[in-house]
């Protein structure tokens, strides 16, 4: 396990690294028009880079987790940008879907593995609950800078302005991981039954809940609104809160970090607000509705990684991986089962109160006073 004092450099290049890998996760979805035409597919086909993107995504967050106790965040930090450097290499130099897709695949590798690495690396450097709550707001940050520059960028780079910007964000999260200070390796355990543990459990369901299932109903708000009669343009904005609330209580659930009364409160607002969400309100309480979506997705997130890594001291970066894991499961399996209610009556209504039931079962989740998990 690697140990060294708090540093400014070692913070900044856990932001640097966490923002400039996550970037990939939206930055094709920012331009999928123009994507699909130049690639001449549908809609549906530039879906997949972002599915191939997510799967992989998934698959490496326990491993990556392993690989940041065992040789180094910072270390696993450079492999995972490297992999996004190769993926969108390739992403540039061919102009065909099929291999588009499994070069995403490999930027998956590299968004996933950075973003555990990011997380540990953030530990490592003693940084507090507030801080790592940062580290979240900075990981959706480049996202949702992603969805506001690239857009920008296509008229003059066309269809490659997605993977440009994607390699520009990946050179300068290296720089700044370069400029960190190299912390000392200490052996650590080889094996973690992480599965059977059901602390970690438990907080991987709070995370899927909260963060995961947030990330499905904002790919589906939008649409939702829209097939209600909404203007699309107030639509788009008003579902962005879904995603941009958490940039303000990710840090702030730093200062709550264990407090289960917080907890237990914002899962009761969140599924409050996407009760409301499913209902025929006015364009103004679904508005609201949103926006308190939003906030309570981000306030647990510090709780969720301090508890995993004081859970399993360890192996933390494995125990990140693994609470993160079921996120970002939730949002590859979620995202097209909310899809296909669409199709039933009440066109999405009933995906949404789905979701609100989701969030109220989560408060199961929050741990009992007597298993003292995030202290």
């Known amino acids: 396990m690697e140990r060294f004092p708090s540093h400014r450099l070692a913070i900044a290049g856990a932001l640097a690294l966490g923002a400039g890998v996550t970037w990939n996760i939206s930055n094709v979805g920012a331009v999928a028009d123009p994507l699909a035409d130049a690639y001449g597919v549908s809609l549906a086909v530039v879906g997949l880079f972002t599915t191939a993107l997510f799967v992989t995504h998934l698959l490496v967050q326990i491993p990556g987790g392993r690989a940041s106790d065992r040789i180094g965040a910072r270390n696993v930090g450079f492999l995972a940008v490297g992999a996004v450097v190769a993926g969108n290499l390739l992403l540039l130099l061919a102009h065909d879907p099929a291999l588009a897709i499994g070069a995403r695949a490999v930027v998956g590798l590299g968004s996933g593995a950075g973003f555990v690495a990011g997380a540990e690396y953030m530990r490592i450097a003693h940084a507090s609950p507030v801080l790592q709550g940062i580290y979240g707001a900075a990981t959706m940050a480049g996202g949702g ?21 994607a390699l520009v964000a990946a050179v300068a999260a290296a720089a700044v991981l370069a400029a960190a200070p190299v912390p000392k390796l200490r052996i650590v355990a080889r094996r973690a039954r992480l599965v059977a543990d059901r602390r970690l459990v438990r907080l991987g369901l709070l995370h899927g809940a909260t963060f995961g299932l947030s990330v499905v109903g904002a790919n589906w708000v939008v649409t939702l609104l829209e097939r209600h009669g909404d203007p699309s343009g107030t639509a788009a904005a008003l579902g962005s809160l879904l995603l941009l609330g958490g940039l303000v209580t990710r840090p702030l659930g730093g200062f709550v970090a264990t407090s289960r009364a917080a907890l237990a409160g914002a899962l009761v607002a969140g599924s409050v607000a996407f009760a409301v969400l499913a209902l025929p309100a006015p364009l103004a309480v679904l508005g609201i509705a949103g926006a308190v979506a ?4 981000g306030l647990p997130f510090a709780a969720v990684f301090a508890g995993a890594q004081r859970t399993r001291p360890e192996a933390p970066g494995a125990a990140v991986g693994f609470v993160n894991a079921w996120a970002i499961g939730a949002v ?6 909310l899809g296909l209610t669409f199709s039933l ?11 609100a039931a989701l969030w109220a079962a989560a408060l199961a989740t929050v741990p009992r006073a007597r298993e003292e998990p995030l202290r």
């Open 145 to 165: 800078l992603a969805i506001a520059i690239v857009p920008q960028l296509e008229p003059s780079i066309g269809w490659r302005a997605p993977y440009w910007s």
């Open 332 to 337: 590859v399996a979620g995202t097209p089962l």
């Open 345 to 355: 009556p009440g066109d999405g209504r009933i995906g949404f109160a789905c979701l």
């Open 294 to 297: 939003g906030l309570a997705a």
